[in-house]
């Protein structure tokens, strides 16, 4: 069981970019998916959740990148996906994926989840 973050990379400030994570050895259709963020010197912050399969509806984004971020899925491709637009210096961190099996659980909490990606680095200059 994997997750494999890739997509991150330097970007100025207002700039857009699109990072994703690839499910290997199980379908991710069956879990919760969601993306935390962990910027150097702070704690794991929640940036978006989405629903499993027949719930792929359902999102939930945290305060700081609610309007700005789009989280989806391609269960096709076992790839979920987070949009980031209009980035600002503040969201420079290391981007981590995570699946959640446990679908009446707090989604937006790191402990619900189950397994997580290595991580990719963003970086916003200002």
């Known amino acids: 069981v994997q997750l494999q973050a890739s997509g991150g990379g330097l970007v100025q400030a207002g700039a857009c970019l699109r990072i994703?994570?690839?499910?290997?050895?199980?379908?991710?259709?069956?879990?919760?998916m969601g993306w935390f963020r962990q910027a150097p010197g702070k704690e794991r912050e929640f940036v978006a959740t989405?629903?499993?399969?027949?719930?792929?509806?359902?999102?939930e984004y945290g305060h700081s990148v609610k309007g700005r971020f789009v989280i989806s899925r391609d269960n096709t491709k076992n790839t979920v996906y987070l949009q980031m637009n209009s980035l600002k210096s503040e969201d420079t961190a290391v981007y981590y994926c995570?699946?959640?099996?446990?679908?009446?659980?707090?989604?937006?909490?790191?402990?619900?989840?189950?397994?997580w990606g290595q991580g990719t680095l963003v970086t916003v200059s200002s």
């Open positions: 989405i629903g499993g399969s027949g719930y792929e509806f359902i999102t």
């Open positions: 995570a699946a959640n099996s446990g679908s009446d659980s707090d989604w937006a909490d790191a402990i619900s989840y189950d397994y």
């Open positions: 994703a994570c690839a499910g290997s050895g199980f379908p991710i259709s069956n879990y919760v």
